[in-house]
């Protein structure tokens, strides 16, 4: 990641990062309820990552709970593979961005969790929400099973609301996209503020 965008990721979590723990300081406040969880390959993307025949979908648990599963097999071994995205927020009927996550590495991020205190954080969370899920490359297969999103690692930052994410896999940087997830959810957070 290059200066100006940890920069950026600084100036939007301030509260997450330095915490007096590695989560979110107010644990047991909030939670995330998956409404979607949808895995989507490009015609590249099923010629040369991935085979046919992945899955990807969200489970409701009860009322307020809801996990998500997904399983993809890979061709070959992936030992590069750049992610990026966007966080949209949901303005009465139609989801607005408001954070965009830039183009990074997936395949290093275990290995600057070590190093940078940002991706510790972010690797924490996505440590806690699904263990073993991120590890270093290569990957050979891509699977998650009742993954839920525990309250104490939601941002603080997030208000209370309906998200929807975006992430875009490439092999390349600035390549074509092989895969898109998509997931939509509700965030019921003690901060009742909307963004913007």
Known sequence: MSTKEILLFLLIFPPYIFAKRTY????????????????EATEEGLKKICYPNYTSYAK??????????????????????????????????????VIKIPQFNFCEFASLSKSNILIRQLSIGFEAAAPGFVHECPYMVVEAYNITFPAHVLFTVFPRGDYK????????RDGPVMSTIITIGTADTYVKDTFG
């Open 24 to 39: 979110n300081a107010l644990p047991g406040y909030g939670r995330f309820k998956f409404k979607l969880f949808k895995c």
């Open 165 to 172: 994410v975006i992430l875009r896999f490439t092999l390349e």
């Open 60 to 97: 409701a648990v009860n009322r307020t709970v809801s996990t998500i599963n997904g399983y993809m097999l890979i061709r070959k071994p992936v030992y590069e593979a750049y992610m990026s995205g966007e966080i949209l927020y949901k303005y009465g009927t139609i989801y607005r961005q």
